[in-house]
């Protein structure tokens, strides 16, 4: 089973902004599932992060992880800091370098020794 330790590497480079280390993490036919937004495919995925990337200072904390037999559960806080002014997230506006904070619960699936499925839902 994948473990603690992968997710933990893979939080640190999601964190790092580098696309190319991040890529190695995800199968090429991952699928993201975050509320009513699906994303199929590496290219996808990884045109969404960029995207993110641009937008937002990304950071994941991991506060809880869990090894399950083909999964990996993970409590999430996720701190979005803006790169410049920006209308709606989520609903509110954010200015150049302000931030927002949400909780996520992921629950990941493998494939191989590479990330197959993550289900993305905010909780409270």
Do not use: W
Not at 77 to 106: N, P, W, Y
């Amino acid at each position: 089973t994948m473990n603690a330790d992968f997710m933990r590497r893979y939080y640190r480079c999601y964190n790092s902004e580098d696309p190319q280390a991040l890529r190695d993490f995800y199968h090429d036919e991952v699928e993201l599932t975050n509320g009513s937004v699906r994303i199929g495919g590496i290219e996808e995925l990884m045109s969404t992060y960029s995207n993110m990337m641009q937008q937002f200072h990304d950071k994941m904390t991991p506060l809880f992880i869990q090894e399950n037999d083909d999964s990996v559960l993970v409590e999430i806080e996720d701190r979005l800091t803006a790169k410049s002014d920006i209308d709606d997230v989520l609903g509110k506006s954010l200015a150049a370098g302000e931030h927002t904070t949400l909780r996520l619960r992921g629950i990941y699936g493998f494939q191989g020794r590479k990330i197959r499925t993550i289900d993305l839902t905010q909780s409270d």
